[in-house]
């Protein structure tokens, strides 16, 4: 079996807060192959984007990662923990192996610098190239996401959203990473826009084999994007499978409430359920699942006992107690007049 | 559309509004926000407004609203152009029935004051208590609280906005419209800061406010999937034009105008791929003026014509309750 381009184990990341210290993300475990994009979904404050700072090392106090492994392969299939990498080191590998598209990338760009220099301020930064390098290696880049590169020398606010977007995404293609992280890449732009970019990343994920972790809370638009989905609640990874599999025939109750809590645009209206209660409060952890108190199939065992992530079948994985392989709960069929 | 549908509210007829894009006084460029825009409000129905940002959908609201004033044509409620209505008497009575949700839950609520004082402050201002009256004010209060099932009521009433999680301060949002016996709730993305499993309770509150309630909805989003859960009529709007309208599944299944058909291409699904052709789409969003002419959408559109660039489409009835407004089909 090849190895993965990045395998995350057990990683825990603390918030030290006044009111006491939190495990925002509490023993995440998860593969991502080359050329793969893996979704991470979840509520907000489940902690995805906190995975994907903690990939980039980008924490700071009062966050800290408090434990696990992140392992990456190197050009040679040769993994390394990135987490005991020197600060010096990092530098050099950030960007040049791994990069970001950032959440409100349109804001990402400063506005008050041509966007030339930010492309060279990265490039420079992470290489050795000259200015004049730098420059080309940026006109290409602008080519690459359909922008001429006559409009190097503009400021930000001269382009629209999906331009500035496709400019944040050109800039974490600059040095040929191995794995971009996308957390919520088209979060504020309008459908039609959202889908031309989504397009064009696929196409530059083809042509230059990268590896995307796509963070989003639009399940619709991850089940088109991803091959395979994680799906997060309160900072612990609950299921994970393949696109196609995990709305069909999810094995945790939380899967199958998402999947019944968003209307379809085609096809039969189905009544949405949603799904009662709130989010779990990361200071007040019950004994047990984390999911017991909104769970409509709860028993003993969920209230007692741990639930690590377990492969339930052929690599569908989840931690629900009561899951059995074979027996997915499926999608409710409630439909109305 | 004739009275089948229920007793008509709000009628917008024509609808212009333009805005000043300059502060220089002497340039005064104007952008028209809304170009002849019409619709129909019925009790107990919904109606959803899609369209990407900019395209004019909360200048609608906000002009129903009474927070602008457009500048021509006419917005009707139960017979009276609302521009007429100037008498402090009268403005109450307007606002009483016609009420509004913002897309922020967490800038709508003020953070110094607790629940109970959102609740009971419109139903103090529009007297739909006896003044003075603290215990039926308490239980009118914790009433309201229940029917939007934030309980228990009383222990969520005296909890402040930031105790709450988005979903449930929606709900408080909802509970000051039903408050005020609103008829007409103008609700500008309710749904769209919160989390999917959040907003399946929201819309079935507004689902069931519009039944139980008999309220009319008017729904502004950019997700047709939710717009087709909640409402029965559907506006497509293009830079402050509608080119679409009429019944939701309708226009969905079989979208007649280009715009309506490229937007729809592009909506997630679970069921699609992400390689699903978009229908078509070129050239960039037109700033619309006063002095523009033609259809707003000829610039993108793979089926434009020289006409399509130097006159604007007349609206065209396809069926009972589908309008279009595009030269293909005339």
Same mark, same amino acid.
């Given at each position: #079996?090849?190895?993965?381009? =990045?395998?995350?184990?057990?990683?825990? %990341? &603390?918030?030290?807060?006044?009111?006491?210290?939190?495990?925002?993300?509490?023993?995440?475990?998860?593969?991502?192959? /080359?050329?793969?994009?893996? *979704?991470?979904?979840?509520?907000?404050?489940?902690?995805?984007?906190?995975?994907?700072?903690?990939?980039?090392?980008?924490?700071?106090?009062?966050?800290?990662?408090?434990? *696990?492994?992140?392992? +990456?392969?190197?050009?040679?299939?040769?993994?390394?923990?990135?987490?005991?990498?020197?600060? *010096?080191?990092?530098?050099? +590998?950030?960007?040049?192996?791994?990069? #970001? %598209?950032?959440?409100?990338? #349109?804001?990402?760009?400063?506005?008050?610098?041509?966007? %030339?220099?930010?492309?060279?301020?990265?490039?420079?930064?992470?290489?050795?190239?000259?200015?004049?390098?730098?420059?080309?290696?940026?006109?290409?880049?602008?080519?690459?996401?359909?922008?001429?590169?006559?409009?190097?020398?503009?400021?930000?606010?001269? +382009?629209?959203?999906? #331009?500035?977007?496709?400019?944040?995404?050109?800039?974490?293609?600059?040095?040929?990473?191995?794995?971009? =992280?996308? &957390?919520?890449?088209?979060?504020?732009?309008?459908?039609?826009?959202?889908?031309?970019?989504?397009?064009?990343?696929?196409?530059?994920?083809?042509?230059? *084999?990268?590896?995307?972790?796509?963070?989003?809370? &639009?399940?619709?638009?991850? %089940?088109?994007?991803?091959?395979?989905?994680?799906?997060?609640?309160?900072?612990?990874?609950?299921?994970?499978?393949?696109?196609?599999?995990?709305?069909?025939?999810?094995?945790?109750?939380?899967?199958?409430?998402?999947?019944?809590?968003?209307?379809?645009?085609?096809?039969?209206? /189905?009544?949405?359920?949603?799904?009662?209660?709130?989010?779990?409060?990361?200071?007040? =952890?019950?004994?047990?699942?984390? +999911?017991?108190?909104?769970?409509?199939?709860?028993?003993?065992?969920?209230?007692?006992?741990?639930?690590?992530?377990?492969?339930?079948?052929?690599?569908?994985?989840?931690?629900?107690?009561?899951?059995?392989?074979?027996?997915?709960?499926? =999608?409710?069929?409630?439909?109305?007049? | @559309?004739?009275?089948?549908?229920?007793?008509?509210?709000?009628?917008?007829?024509?609808?212009?509004?333009?805005?000043?894009?300059?502060?220089?006084?002497?340039?005064?460029?104007?952008?028209?926000? $809304?170009?002849?825009?019409?619709?129909?409000?019925?009790?107990?129905?919904?109606?959803?407004?899609?369209?990407?940002?900019?395209?004019?959908?909360?200048? !609608?609201?906000?002009?129903?609203?009474?927070?602008?004033?457009?500048?021509?044509?006419?917005?009707?409620?139960?017979?009276?152009?609302?521009?007429?209505?100037?008498?402090?008497?009268?403005?109450?009575?307007?606002?009483?029935?016609?009420? @509004?949700?913002?897309?922020?839950?967490?800038?709508?609520?003020?953070?110094?004051?607790?629940?109970?004082?959102?609740?009971?402050?419109?139903?103090?201002?529009?007297?739909?208590?006896?003044?003075?009256?603290?215990?039926?004010?308490?239980?009118?209060?914790?009433?309201?609280?229940?029917?939007?099932?934030?309980?228990?009521?009383?222990?969520?009433?005296?909890?402040?906005?930031?105790?709450?999680?988005?979903?449930?301060?929606?709900?408080?949002?909802?509970?000051?419209?039903?408050?005020?016996?609103?008829?007409?709730?103008?609700?500008?993305?309710?749904?769209?800061?919160?989390?999917?499993?959040?907003?399946?309770?929201?819309?079935?509150?507004?689902?069931?406010?519009?039944?139980?309630?008999?309220? $009319?909805?008017?729904?502004?989003?950019?997700? !047709?999937?939710?717009?087709?859960?909640?409402?029965?009529?559907?506006?497509?709007?293009?830079?402050?034009?509608?080119?679409?309208?009429?019944?939701?599944?309708?226009?969905?299944?079989?979208?007649?105008?280009?715009?309506?058909?490229?937007?729809? $291409?592009?909506?997630?699904?679970?069921?699609?791929?992400?390689?699903?052709?978009?229908?078509?789409?070129?050239?960039?969003?037109?700033?619309?003026?006063?002095?523009?002419?033609?259809?707003?959408?000829?610039?993108?559109?793979?089926?434009?014509?020289?006409?399509?660039?130097?006159?604007?489409?007349?609206?065209?009835?396809?069926?009972?309750?589908?309008?279009?407004?595009?030269?293909?089909?005339?």
């Amino acid at each position: #079996m090849t190895i993965p381009q =990045i395998s995350i184990r057990n990683l825990c %990341v &603390d918030y030290i807060t006044e009111a006491g210290d939190v495990r925002a993300v509490n023993n995440v475990s998860f593969d991502i192959g /080359k050329g793969e994009v893996f *979704g991470l979904a979840g509520e907000s404050g489940c902690g995805k984007s906190t995975i994907a700072f903690a990939l980039m090392r980008l924490h700071k106090p009062p966050a800290f990662i408090s434990g *696990g492994e992140v392992l +990456f392969a190197d050009d040679e299939g040769k993994q390394q923990d990135i987490l005991q990498l020197s600060d *010096g080191e990092m530098t050099i +590998f950030r960007w040049s192996q791994m990069s #970001m %598209v950032f959440q409100s990338a #349109m804001n990402a760009l400063n506005p008050v610098i041509p966007i %030339v220099d930010q492309f060279t301020d990265v490039i420079m930064r992470h290489t050795n190239k000259t200015k004049y390098e730098a420059v080309k290696r940026a006109e290409q880049l602008l080519q690459i996401v359909d922008i001429h590169p006559n409009r190097l020398t503009d400021y930000p606010h001269q +382009f629209s959203g999906g #331009m500035r977007q496709r400019l944040v995404i050109a800039i974490a293609l600059a040095l040929n990473p191995k794995l971009i =992280i996308m &957390d919520e890449p088209t979060t504020a732009l309008d459908v039609v826009v959202q889908r031309e970019i989504l397009q064009k990343i696929y196409a530059l994920k083809e042509e230059f *084999g990268f590896s995307i972790l796509f963070i989003t809370h &639009d399940l619709s638009l991850m %089940v088109e994007f991803s091959d395979r989905i994680g799906i997060m609640y309160s900072g612990q990874l609950i299921e994970v499978a393949s696109a196609k599999e995990i709305l069909k025939n999810p094995y945790h109750p939380y899967t199958h409430g998402l999947s019944n809590s968003f209307p379809s645009l085609t096809g039969p209206k /189905k009544e949405l359920i949603g799904i009662p209660g709130n989010p779990l409060n990361l200071l007040d =952890i019950p004994t047990g699942c984390r +999911f017991q108190a909104r769970c409509t199939r709860v028993e003993e065992v969920c209230r007692t006992k741990e639930n690590p992530l377990r492969d339930i079948e052929n690599g569908h994985m989840s931690n629900c107690h009561l899951a059995v392989a074979g027996e997915s709960i499926g =999608i409710a069929e409630v439909t109305t007049a | @559309m004739s009275e089948k549908y229920g007793e008509l509210l709000v009628e917008g007829k024509n609808i212009v509004k333009d805005f000043k894009v300059s502060s220089n006084a002497l340039k005064q460029p104007m952008m028209r926000a $809304s170009n002849d825009v019409s619709f129909k409000m019925y009790k107990s129905r919904g109606m959803a407004v899609v369209g990407e940002s900019g395209s004019g959908k909360s200048t !609608i609201a906000k002009m129903i609203a009474k927070m602008y004033a457009p500048t021509s044509g006419q917005i009707i409620y139960k017979g009276r152009d609302i521009q007429t209505i100037t008498k402090h008497a009268d403005l109450m009575k307007y606002r009483e029935g016609v009420q @509004m949700v913002w897309q922020d839950p967490f800038g709508s609520l003020n953070p110094t004051h607790n629940i109970f004082h959102h609740i009971a402050r419109p139903l103090k201002i529009h007297k739909k208590v006896t003044p003075g009256n603290k215990k039926e004010l308490e239980e009118k209060v914790y009433e309201l609280l229940d029917q939007v099932g934030l309980n228990p009521a009383k222990e969520t009433a005296a909890k402040f906005p930031h105790q709450l999680s988005g979903g449930q301060r929606q709900r408080v949002n909802l509970a000051r419209n039903i408050a005020v016996g609103a008829e007409v709730v103008l609700a500008d993305e309710p749904t769209s800061m919160l989390d999917v499993s959040i907003r399946a309770g929201v819309l079935n509150l507004m689902q069931k406010m519009k039944f139980e309630r008999e309220m $009319s909805l008017l729904y502004i989003t950019h997700d !047709i999937a939710t717009a087709r859960y909640i409402a029965e009529d559907l506006s497509v709007m293009y830079v402050g034009h509608m080119v679409e309208w009429g019944d939701t599944d309708e226009i969905i299944h079989r979208p007649q105008h280009p715009y309506t058909q490229l937007l729809i $291409s592009a909506v997630p699904d679970p069921s699609k791929s992400i390689h699903t052709k978009l229908e078509g789409n070129k050239g960039e969003i037109p700033l619309w003026t006063p002095d523009s002419i033609g259809c707003p959408f000829a610039g993108r559109c793979l089926h434009a014509t020289s006409r399509c660039k130097d006159e604007m489409p007349e609206v065209k009835q396809l069926a009972e309750n589908h309008f279009v407004r595009c030269h293909l089909h005339e």
